[in-house]
């Protein structure tokens, strides 16, 4: 790392570490201000070992201001980010827009409609955060409803739905009601045969090239003025399976001459020979379409509101020319745009991690390097953490942003009170690889605090006889000294760790650099990160916790214990969870 480098590091530090501690009228952590300043700053992450031992000084002068010290100083350095805090302190406690005509309604009840063609991607929670808020601040109910008439093109995963279940309540919703649009077949034939009778639509067979030359055209297909009794006839045969694929469909009639080509007589129901996965469902062969399988559900399971992405302002306006034929009136809709996400390699894309997995280059939908709920879980992030990230994207029709350092963010200040502090050292090229050495003089143990703003938690014994690891890049040259974290200065010299004595001032003032460490014949651990995995020796302590729990391993960062060994030969295993 170069100075100018450092200098924009220590710079950007001190401007998160000010926000960080006026924001929360408390210290600056280190570890809080790691995420923002990597999701800001792009090219320091190839740097992000060295990053802690640069911006550890900077906290600590920010800590030793007064709040109006932290106030004064951040307006001379981000004037822009102390009048957004300030402005956040003074606004509204709600991140979301109010409803429209919420008052209108006895009950407003809103619904996710997930395809389960596979588990959920982060982008898929955003929608569930947002109705599931909705829910709570108006008092009202929240349907989850699976939109799996598309048994080919779309088809569903049977493993999905419980998983789409489960992403729900990680995030911690339940919904009121639960339904399977593949169990209510028989309703949308119902209400085809209604739609016939009423003269909104007609079976129509021809091809599909043909009939879009002619729609593009303003022109009415052949089939168009078809009688109700013929077509009503040829819709029982498409619900009796005698047509192909492709041979036969119902078109609701709107307005051939509409100015949008794409809202002239749109298919409602087509065939399709592919058996449903759900054997509840497999006989069926008629199937209807998305828009008119959707707008019907609306109504008929009382919709007040919807929420759908501002590329679909297209199916509002079809659904609405079913919705005239019957009369009734259409729920109040909300636009947005898409939400993308950084930090991942693997696209925001369901048959794209679907592929990967199939490829065996993800090991499954919770490997650390997919973009999904589920991983997202099984790093130990906390579902409220995505749900307060994702409503303060709101609901804009502008495409959004939504950064992991803002997830990240929101966990820490979940989890860090409640985590020990640990020790791992990683044995890997990328940190200069594990590195033994022997402790000459000194203490028999070191004794670091579980936590360092507990004390009354107690202190964790670190073994030294049998010599310490530690990583690579963090050994100083022959002569030079090292301050081991919970033990103390040791020198290097003759391949060993010699232990001077030296009291802390040896860092605070002559600038030793403070690494963590482990005992060499420590447990072996492999962390499960979103760059691949990483091996390498942790302390004894790791014994003593659970599966599930969290730990933070300093200088590296939170991990959730995933399979914890019950003897020092085997390896246990840690998911990163972040910074």
């Not at 004064?72 to 102390?82: F, M």
């Not at 009048?83 to 003074?90: N, Q, V």
């Not at 879009?212 to 009415?220: F, R, T, V, W, Y």
């Not at 280059?361 to 307060?388: N, Q, Y």
Request: glycine share 8%.
């Amino acid at each position: 790392m170069d100075d100018e480098l450092r200098d924009r590091i220590t710079e950007a530090a001190e401007t998160n570490a000010l926000l960080n501690a006026v924001k929360h009228d408390s210290e600056a952590q280190v570890g809080a201000i790691m995420g923002p300043l990597m999701g800001e700053n792009p090219e320091f992450r190839e740097h992000g070992d060295e990053i802690p031992g640069v911006i550890a000084p900077v906290v600590e002068r920010v800590n030793g201001m007064d709040a109006d010290e932290r106030r004064e100083r951040l307006a001379e350095l981000a004037p822009d980010k102390l009048e957004e805090l300030e402005s956040e302190d003074e606004g509204d406690d709600h991140p979301l827009p109010d409803l429209p005509n919420a008052e209108e309604y006895d009950t407003v009840r809103m619904r996710v409609a997930p395809n389960p063609n596979g588990p959920w991607h982060i982008g898929h929670a955003r929608m569930a955060a947002v109705v599931g808020t909705y829910k709570q601040r108006y008092d009202g109910e929240f349907i989850c409803r699976f939109d799996d008439t598309d048994p080919e093109t779309k088809r569903p995963d049977l493993d999905a739905y419980d998983a789409i279940l489960d992403a729900i309540d990680y995030l911690g919703f339940e919904p009121d009601d639960v339904v399977n649009a593949s169990d209510r077949v028989e309703t949308y034939y119902e209400y085809a045969r209604e739609l016939i009778d009423k003269g909104g639509a007609y079976t129509c067979s021809c091809p599909q090239g043909e009939f879009s030359d002619l729609k593009n055209n303003g022109e009415a297909c052949p089939h168009r003025d078809k009688d109700a009794e013929t077509t009503r006839s040829e819709f029982e045969a498409m619900v009796d399976g005698e047509y192909d694929s492709g041979e036969m469909v119902l078109r609701v009639r709107t307005d051939i001459t509409h100015k949008n080509p794409a809202l002239r007589d749109f298919v409602a129901f087509r065939m399709v020979d592919t058996p449903h996965p759900r054997e509840a469902a497999e006989e069926y062969r008629c199937w209807p379409m998305l828009d008119f399988q959707s707008g019907l559900d609306d109504h008929l399971l009382g919709v007040t509101h919807i929420i759908r992405g501002i590329d679909l302002q297209d199916s509002a306006k079809r659904q609405q020319f079913v919705y005239d034929y019957f009369d009734w009136e259409y729920p109040e809709v909300i636009h947005w745009g898409h939400v993308q996400v950084d930090a991942y390699d693997v696209p925001l894309s369901t048959s794209s991690i679907a592929e990967l997995i199939e490829d065996d280059e993800l090991a499954g939908w919770d490997d650390p390097r997919a973009p999904t709920v589920a991983s997202l879980e099984r790093r130990g992030i906390r579902g409220e953490a995505v749900v307060d990230a994702m409503i303060q994207l709101g609901t804009s029709t502008s495409n959004v942003d939504l950064a992991m350092s803002s997830i990240y963010s929101n966990n820490r200040d979940l989890i860090d009170d409640d985590s020990d502090r640990a020790f791992f050292v990683r044995d890997s090229d990328d940190h200069g690889g594990l590195v033994e050495r022997q402790i000459v003089g000194g203490p028999d143990a070191g004794e670091p605090p579980l936590h360092p703003d507990y004390e009354e938690r107690g202190r964790r014994e670190i073994p030294v006889t049998n010599g310490v690891a530690v990583e690579g890049d963090d050994l100083p040259d022959h002569g030079e000294r090292i301050w081991l974290k919970g033990y103390g200065c040791v020198r290097h010299t003759r391949d060993a760790f010699e232990y001077t004595g030296d009291d802390i001032d040896a860092v605070r003032e002559e600038g030793v650099d403070v690494i963590h460490w482990a005992p060499a014949d420590g447990p072996r651990l492999r962390l499960r990160t979103m760059d691949g995995d990483v091996s390498g020796v942790a302390e004894p302590g790791l014994f003593g916790y659970d599966a599930d729990e969290v730990v933070q391993f300093e200088r590296i960062g939170f991990a959730r214990l995933d399979q914890v060994a019950d003897e020092a030969e085997a390896e246990s295993v840690a998911y990163f969870t972040h910074p």
